[in-house]
């Protein structure tokens, strides 16, 4: 009767453990503000340094994405650009976040057009 190397049993299982969550997809962890909805997007249209943060915040996940994907930079884009496509997705998806104005953004400008599968 043979036994197997503690070692061997620990490589078994982390490649079963491997093989189990291949196929899953990794949530995306937004590090945002408190408070990411389109309520609070459209809320901010009134509050000039509030709604300044959040257009920043909207052209940092741009630099993070040409950080990310140097083959498909997004190009200079104005805060008034941004502001403009936030607002768009927040009128036409007022329960969704701006954080996926964001995101689709990202799309649009880099040439993908597409979301992101993984």
């Not at 309520?39 to 943060?53: F, H, L, M, T």
């Not at 996940?61 to 607002?87: C, F, K, M, R, W």
Request: glycine share 6%; with cysteine.
């Amino acid at each position: 009767m043979s036994r197997c190397h503690p070692l061997a049993n620990t490589a078994l299982l982390l490649a079963a453990l491997a093989t189990t969550n291949a196929g899953a997809a990794v949530p995306l962890k937004i590090v945002g503000f408190d408070d990411m909805s389109c309520r609070a997007w459209v809320a901010s249209k009134n509050d000039a340094e509030q709604r300044a943060g959040y257009v920043a915040w909207v052209r940092g996940v741009l630099t993070g994405h040409n950080y990310a994907n140097p083959g498909q930079q997004v190009s200079v884009i104005s805060s008034n650009t941004v502001e403009q496509h936030v607002d768009r997705h927040c009128s036409e998806k007022p329960q969704g976040s701006f954080s996926d104005a964001a995101l689709r953004l990202t799309d649009r400008l880099s040439g993908r057009n597409a979301p992101i599968n993984k």
